[in-house]
């Protein structure tokens, strides 16, 4: 379970649906563990078929900025990060919005 408020969820999926919407999200780290604490920010990694674009992830990063969240999002591509770092995401994640072709 990610924790973060119905409002919260629906804010970061707008962004996620409007910036990335055929690309699948994970969220990893302390809001997922259960160690989160009041301004824990929020660990994504986006996950696609080839490496994201510099102007595309740093719109997707402005875009999480700029929005009334109250504690920051850590963006990941999943193609630009090493296997070592993917198996340990791997250990303890949840989905966060399914990618175009995912049955999950």
């Not at 408020?5 to 302390?30: C, E, T, Y």
């Not at 303890?92 to 995912?102: A, I, M, Q, R």
């Amino acid at each position: 379970m990610i924790e973060i408020s119905d409002v919260q969820l629906n804010i970061i999926l707008d962004i996620l649906n409007r910036h990335v919407p055929n690309m699948k999200v994970w969220a990893f780290g302390s809001r997922v563990n259960g160690r989160v604490k009041r301004y824990s920010d929020l660990d994504l990694v986006v996950i696609g078929t080839e490496k994201m674009s510099i102007n595309s992830l740093g719109e997707l990063k402005e875009a999480f900025q700029e929005s009334d969240l109250p504690f920051r999002v850590d963006l990941l591509d999943w193609n630009a990060i090493s296997p070592e770092f993917q198996a340990v995401i791997k250990e303890k994640y949840e989905v966060l919005k399914p990618g175009f072709s995912d049955n999950q």
